[in-house]
């Protein structure tokens, strides 16, 4: 049994819409609420007497209203601690919110640092996924070559970088509310987890159309384009649905079992790839259909 996927696109493509109106929204109305990573902070290295876990010690540090704070650990008792810049007055009254927790505390280092992502570091980055989506459709097109018709092979390429840009629309929108309303933040590994997501999502996409392309090998010149595109993405559906299942159920042991500094890594991570598994089966193959609809 085949379901009609490609017949039922208006539905797919107004759930994105929806998705897509309300991440765009939420980026131009909160904008990112950028970590340390981004903006620069303190770096404090400390030795206490006490006992205390990476959790508790961050747990006390936020608690006294400095924002996201970093705390690794290591052995003697000494804690590596990044956070939000701090003024004198503000370094003193954390020094002593500590040694009042967690027994006598030495300072053995109070450094402001700068941001690990800064402006130029960014402006790479986002010219090279650039870059990379150019040689993305390039790569496909040239793939696709044998299958001409009726879609020309360099038009797969194209839906290919648009389905990855809906795919990372998506999460960065979903963490612009959570930064607003839950105080998220986006760092370092928020970043590996966009570039994650958009690796998954090319990949999918190009199984989905990989299949199409196979069947258009194959048809008779009777068989109607669009049904030959449902078919694909039918025989697809399966292996898209048990790969993405599976993943999650990885992420969501991550997410709930990891620790707090994975935790939004993880809920990116999971956002991003069920939106890359929906928009790779019930938007590309779709968009393909409709653009070979509108060139005849």
Known sequence: MQFPIIKQRKIWFGFSAILLVASIYGLVAYGLNLGVDFTGGSLIELRISGEASNTQMRELIESQGFGEVRVQASEGGDYLIRLQALNEEQHQAL????ETSFGETEELRFDFVGPVIGAELARKAI???VVLLILIVLYVAWAFRKVAHPVTSWKYGVLTMVTALHDVIVPLGVFAFLGHFYGYQVDSAFVAAILTILGYSINDTIVVFDRTRENLAQRSSEDPFEEVVNRG???????SLNTTLTTLLALVAVYFFGGDTTRQFALALMIGIATGAYSSVFIASPLLVVWEKWKR
Do not use: H, K, M
């Open 95 to 98: 020094l002593t919110a500590i």
């Open 233 to 239: 993405v039918n025989q697809s559906l399966a292996r």
């Open 127 to 129: 010219w090279s996924v």
